[in-house]
T-cell receptor, first 109, second 115 residues
């Protein structure tokens, strides 16, 4: 069973486009995380949120706890945004993460 | 800045060999994790540890063991490597959350090929 589902799996956009990646989860959570993985493997944390909305530069993350849904938005996309974006949740009990399978984003100049 | 390092970026081993993957973190984190990442499957938890000499099985522990003798170091051991263990292996660490959640910090990954 997949506790975390992401869509789309793959996304190609033109530079400058507004991008949305969606994440749905099925368990009670203490937090939701958005992660970024560039080619080569390294994973970095973009956001950790448990309610509302967070913004960092051109990236915005929102979460709706009642609907068990989160979105990651990228405004004015740029080729350097090309990466795999991974949604993960920490359930109410324990310190583990449950991961989505990731969204591979390619931004074309 | 938290730093998580892994002993190798790329590793090629033969079937049946014993393989050691080492992970070191420098932020005094209690939790450490080993994942493998495969196309279409995402990150899957192999083992995690919340203290020295403590370990818990994750989702796919078969064929693997771990060792945590010091707080900063968490080793993943493939007792007898097989071709289906060819994968990207990622280590992560975090603070121990008694309530709420903490970020996980990831190492750069080790791409292991078993021939």
């Amino acid at each position: 069973k997949n506790e975390v589902e992401q869509s789309p799996q793959n996304l190609t956009a033109q530079e400058g486009e507004f991008i949305t990646i969606n994440c749905s989860y099925s368990v009670g959570i203490s937090a939701l995380h958005w992660l970024q993985q560039h080619p080569g493997g390294g994973i970095v944390s973009l956001f950790m949120l448990s309610s509302g909305k967070k913004k960092h530069g051109r990236l915005i993350a929102t979460i709706n706890i009642q609907e068990k849904h989160s979105s990651l938005h990228i405004t004015a996309s740029h080729p350097r945004d090309s990466a795999v974006y991974i949604c993960a949740v920490t359930p109410n009990t324990g310190n583990q993460f449950y991961f989505g399978t990731g969204t591979s984003l390619t931004v074309i100049p | 800045d938290v730093k998580v390092t892994q002993s190798s970026r790329y590793l090629v081993k033969r079937t049946g060999e014993k393989v050691f993957l080492e992970c070191v973190q420098d932020m005094d984190h209690e939790n450490m994790f080993w994942y493998r990442q495969d196309p279409g499957l995402g990150l899957r938890l192999i083992y995690f540890s919340y203290d020295v000499k403590m370990k818990e099985k994750g989702d796919i522990p078969e064929g693997y063991s771990v060792s945590r003798e010091k707080k900063e170091r968490f080793s993943l051991i493939l007792e007898s490597a097989s071709t289906n263990q060819t994968s990207m292996y990622l280590c992560a660490s975090s603070l121990l959350g008694t309530s709420g959640s903490y970020e996980q910090y990831f190492g750069p990954g080790t791409r292991l090929t078993v021939t």
